[in-house]
């Protein structure tokens, strides 16, 4: 995923302005967008900041078209605002909660998939790679400032006693699940008996409290990385101002 696209764009920096049709883990297809507004739209900072890393030490010509460029994708997509697909997961999530003393267990089971498995379909990767992260709890709450995601997509999943992949099976209705993460050392579907479903709601709540942090960390670094982007353009563009001009020999 973002390793991939790494190694892409350094050897063929280009990568960086071409636009093209992407389909993510999602199933959501964007048509004209670059991988780097993509990442800006789902809040992707860590791919961010992979580019921006590699632009401060980047010496080629088009150096500064690129950056220009970059900086352009970047105001055209960022939004201060909560993630749209978070806020969704978020009042799936607390709506499941506030119906939970009126329903039956079936009842319960079924709209954790139907309404918040459903809402967790639409995740980009680096969201479910945060739940499917292979040594960190969502409780506490983390601070979310790792150097690097690690980009595992595994889960355990208890209807079958068996670790699988998010690549393999997705939460909602396609997949029969939702995932939980919790206080729990890796992200589960399905729980064991007895009283699943209350097990289930005290997980939905520390999700929730983790998603939202998330989610404002994103913002926060990819506001950071702006900053970085702007003091490289600002640095190039002083670099070509006092380049000297070679003289005319008569």
């Excluded at 697909?85 to 319960?108: I, Y």
């Excluded at 309404?115 to 639409?122: L, R």
Aim: aromatic share 10%.
């Amino acid at each position: 995923m973002r390793t991939k696209a790494e190694t892409i764009f350094k050897i063929y920096p280009s990568f960086l302005v071409l636009r093209s049709t992407l389909t993510d883990i999602a199933k959501m297809t964007y048509e004209n967008i670059t991988a780097f507004e993509y990442a800006v739209l789902v809040k992707d900072s860590y791919f961010v900041r992979k580019v921006v890393d590699f632009l401060e030490t980047y010496k080629g010509e088009d150096k500064s078209e690129i950056v220009t460029n970059i900086l352009e994708q970047f105001d055209r997509c960022f939004s201060n605002g909560r993630l749209a697909v978070v806020h969704g997961f978020l009042e799936a999530s607390n709506a499941w909660c506030a119906d939970f003393p009126n329903r039956t267990l079936e009842e319960r089971v079924h709209h954790l998939v139907e309404d918040v498995g459903e809402a967790q379909a639409k995740f980009p990767a680096h969201i479910l790679q945060e739940y499917c992260h292979p040594i960190r709890a969502f409780d506490p709450i983390p601070k979310f400032s790792e150097a690097e995601l690690p980009e595992s997509l595994n889960f355990y999943n208890w209807n079958c006693l068996q670790t699988t992949s998010i690549l393999v099976s997705s939460p909602g209705v396609s997949g029969d699940f939702a995932l939980l993460r919790g206080e729990k050392e890796d992200a589960q579907v399905g729980w064991p008996m007895p009283d699943r479903d209350r097990r289930a709601r005290r997980s939905l709540v520390i999700d929730c409290a983790a998603l939202d942090a998330l989610d404002k960390a994103r913002t926060a670094d990819l506001l950071d990385l702006r900053v970085r982007l702007v003091s490289i353009q600002t640095a190039d563009d002083f670099l070509e101002l006092n380049t000297p001009i070679p003289l005319c020999s008569s």
